[in-house]
C-alpha cells in the first residue's frame, strides 16, 4: 500500500470539531479506554477522541507520516494537554504493534484502501480490539471515488464490508450533510464477545 496518498483533510470544510465529536459520540461509551485513531492525520477526529474520552483515556494517533503526526501531537497538546497521546508513525494497512483495544476510529481513511483489499484490512484493525470492542467508521456515503477520495463506500456498503471482516452489531450512528460527495456518515460494529467459558 505504498502508493496511498496521505489523508491530510478529514471531510469538508464546512464540517468542524462539534460535528466530529457528534459523529463519533453514539459509538463511544461513557467508559475512559484506549482507543487508536488510524490514519490520523493531522487529527481532527483524535480531538473528537480526545473530547469524549478525556483525561482518563487513551489515544494512540497511526498515521504513515510523520508531518502529520507531529501537527497532531500539537493540535491534542493545545486543546486537551491532559488526555495522554502515543502516536504510531505506520501505514495501516500493515500490521501494527498495538495493545489490545477498546475502540478505534477510521475517519476518511479506508477510502484510500482498494475495494478489493478493505475487507482484509478491517478484519486486521478488528483483530487489535478487545472482544466487544468497537470499531467506528467515518466515511463518505457514496461507492464511487474519485483522485482524491478514491475507494469510498457507502453505509450500506459498510455494513457488508463490516460482516464479512467479522464484525457484528453495525448500526449507523451519525450523518452531517457535506459540500464535498454530499454526506459523510459514521457507523460502529463490534469485534464479537468471547464465547462463555463452560464449566
Known sequence: MASRPACRTRGSSAVDHRDHVGLLRPGVPDRAGIWADVGAGDGAFTLALADLLGPEGRII??????AALRRNTEALAA??????????????????????????????????????????????LAGHLRP?????????DVDRGMPWVPHP???????RLAAAAGLTDTEQIGRVPSRFLGAIYSAVGRRPSAPASRS
Do not use: C, K, M
Request: negative net charge.
Open 79 to 124: 486543546r486537551f494537554p491532559d488526555v495522554p497521546l502515543t502516536t504510531l508513525l505506520a501505514d495501516f494497512t500493515a500490521p501494527l504493534d498495538l495493545p489490545p483495544l477498546d475502540g478505534l476510529v477510521a475517519a476518511n481513511s479506508l477510502h484510500f484502501v482498494p475495494h478489493a483489499l478493505q475487507v482484509d484490512v478491517i478484519r486486521q
Open 132 to 140: 466487544g470492542g468497537r470499531f467506528i467508521v467515518v466515511e463518505y
Open 61 to 66: 494517533a497511526v498515521d504513515r507520516e510523520a
Open 153 to 159: 463506500f457507502s453505509a450500506g456498503s459498510w455494513e
